[in-house]
């Protein structure tokens, strides 16, 4: 088993940035991908970014892209979210969320087995 809680969440003027971690604990977190969801008022929970266990290889969706930078450390067994230029559209509950590595990242919700608590990031122009 693998539990994640999230910190770093808040409130940040339009344009501003804003860095979440991601803590692991319970098992060996060095072998699992990590992803970053976020879900707002009244929408699906939608991905935002996932790193390969090894850090070695990324991947972000559109709406993010350019603006958001997802690391690891897996000395500290965590992941982070940089999140740059934000506007109101990024307002949100952030979660993190893990898998055992298959050789492949993911983007869906449902291939994750293991989730955060979230943490609320409200962006404000």
Not at 4 to 14: I, K, R, T
Not at 51 to 63: E, F, N, P, Q, V
């Amino acid at each position: 088993q693998v539990q994640l809680v999230e910190f770093g969440g808040g409130e940040v003027q339009a344009g501003g940035s804003l860095r979440l971690s991601c803590a692991a604990s319970g098992r060996t977190f060095s072998r699992y991908d990590m992803a970053w969801f976020r879900q707002a008022p009244g929408k699906e929970r939608e991905f935002v970014a996932v790193i390969r266990w090894s850090g070695s290889s990324t991947y972000y969706a559109d709406s993010v892209k350019g603006r958001f930078t997802i690391s690891r450390d897996n000395a500290k067994n965590t992941v982070y979210l940089q999140m740059n230029s934000l506007t109101p559209e990024d307002t949100a509950v952030y979660y993190c969320a893990a898998r055992s590595n298959s050789g492949s990242l993911y983007t869906s919700e449902r291939r994750y087995d293991y989730w955060g608590q979230g943490t609320q990031v409200t962006v404000f122009s």
